[in-house]
C-alpha cells in the first residue's frame, strides 16, 4: 500500500508511525496516559509508540482505532487522549512526545501553509508533503494514506432559523450576518476558515461571536437550540444535526475545504509494520463509520470511544 509522507522520509530507510491505545469523551481519561492538560512529556514506555488525540470525542475514538490495530498486530502503543487544539497537539508532534495522531486534511493543511489554496481532496494530499516539511523541517513529519471518512466544519442553523431568514448557503447568511451570533470554538475567530474566511469569501461579518469551546457538542447544540446563538459550527458528521433537524448551510465558495481523516506521524520513530497498520485502518474507514461511532459514544448510548473503536476493529477483522 502506497504511503504518503514528506520528502524527507524518502531519504530514509522507511517511514515511522506512532499510535497508543485510550482515548476518552471530554475531559474524562480512559487509560493510564492520559493527558487532559496537554502536556509534552512523554506518554508511553520506552520503545512504544503514543497516539494524541485532539479534545472532542471523534479524535478520541479514532485514536482508539489506531492504537487497538496497532497493538492488536503487535506493535506496542498507548494513548495520550484530549491534549487540546490542532495549535497545541502540533506542537507535541514537533518535540516528539507523541507520535501520531488523527488529523483532516485540509486543516492540517491551513496550519501547515496559511496561504493555501487548495481545495479538493486531492489537491490537499498534493500540496500536504511539502507544506509540513516547510513548517517543521527538522520534526520529520509526513502523513499516511487518507480514508474516505471525511469530517468538515459547518454552518448550521436551525430549522426555524433557515425559515425566518430563508437561509439555504452561507451566501444567503451574509445578507443578514450583522443581525446574527454565531458560536464557535475560540480559534474560529482566528482561523483561515473560521471568521476571517467568511468576510473574505462572503462578506460575512457575524453581529456578536460567542466562543463554545466543546467542539460543536451539547454546550454547543444548546445554545443553538435556545437561539442563544444563531449559526453554530458543528461538524459534519455530528449525530445531533440529524437528530434536531437542524440544516447545514450550503457552501458554494469552498471555505470548508476537504478534510479526509489521516494519520499525522513522526516519520522517524515508526516502523513501516506499523505505518501499514494505520494504512491498512485508513482502508476501511467511512464517513458513515464517523457518524456511526459517534453516535454510540455521544448519543444516548454514552459508550467509552475505547469499547466503540473495539467493536469496530472486530467488525473489520483488525483486532487480531
Known sequence: M???SHPRAARRAM?????????MLALTACGANSDPQGETESAGPEGSIVVGSADFPESQIIAELYAGALNAAGVEATTKPNIGSREIYYQAMEDGSINVIPEYSGNLLLLADTEATAASAEEIMAALPDALAAKSPDANLGVLEPSEAEDKDALVVTAATAEEYGLESIADLAEVCGEITLGAPSTFQERSYGLPGLKEKYGCEPGSFEALN???GELTLQALLNDDVQVADIYTTTPSIEDNDLVVLEDPENNFIAQQVLPLINTETV???????????SAQLTTEDLLSLNREVSGEEKRSPADAAADWLADKGLAG
Open 15 to 23: 517511514m515511522g508511525l506512532a499510535g497508543g491505545l485510550t482515548a
Open 271 to 281: 516502523s513501516e509494520e506499523a505505518q501499514n497498520v494505520l494504512n491498512e485502518v
Open 214 to 216: 466543546d467542539g460543536g
Open 2 to 4: 502506497k504511503n504518503l
